[in-house]
């Protein structure tokens, strides 16, 4: 039942924390299959499970396994990304992208530390999902309103679209009960534009094969992004800047190490030099 297939999982989790993890898998496994048949591989239970067992196939560098459960929860997170995208405000969407923040985290650890190369592209994937969704949410939105000449939600658009601009350069002795109330009717309007546009296809995102459809011989695509770094078990101090580099003829993005943050931090402290003090 659900109680016993929560119990299973949680002792697989804690056999894993104290490194037994041959002790732990048959437990992961018990609840993934009930959870399967139960609740559908798209709940967050589930999730979580694949989650669960891609970490212990990491530390047991059976990275085959390993890549091919991180591959699955991201797509997961992707899909619930997708579908919650599709019929909420702007706000909501960022609090929903916060949220699985972390799990980008590891899922770029895994492949900075196991699978930096021969990984078919998927970190460039992970990054472009992730970082522009919102963006692409909002670009998306605006393309499908003026393509589907309904007059009634171009209406719409164009008044949602006026508020957020109102908002953007309100004056400050405006009375904070009507800037809630600009802020209810944005969020109602778009709330009402995802709802009717129904297509929202809002993180897409960039693949490997965009750019190199528009990259000219001699031209290169770079990547830069930082992430916390994940060693498996928990969350470290450490965060940590990459790049992904490629071409028209790359057949996927090389990963470059470049600098934690704290090293960054001093070089840039070594090279600042305080103005003499006026006396």
Known sequence: NADRAITQNLLGNLF?????????????????TWWK????TLHPFYNANTLSLARLYSSQNNIKKAGAYYREAFNTDLYHVRNIFSFTAEKEKEQFVKNIQDNTDEYLSFFYKKLPK???????YILTNSKSSILYATKKMREAVYNSQDSSLIHQYHE??????QLAVINPGVSAAYIVQLNARADLLEKNISRSVHK????AGSKQEDYKTVL???EAAVEFFNFNYFDGYRYSDKQLYAALVMDNRSKEPQWVDLFEERVLDSLLHKSYTPAPAVT
């Open 16 to 32: 894993y924390g104290e490194h037994k993890n041959e002790a732990a898998l048959p437990y992961l496994l018990k609840a993934r």
């Open 37 to 40: 048949k139960s609740l559908g």
């Open 118 to 124: 021969n990984n078919k592209g998927f970190p460039l």
């Open 160 to 165: 949602w679209s006026g508020i957020k601009k």
């Open 200 to 203: 929202n296809r809002a993180v």
């Open 216 to 218: 000219k011989a001699g």
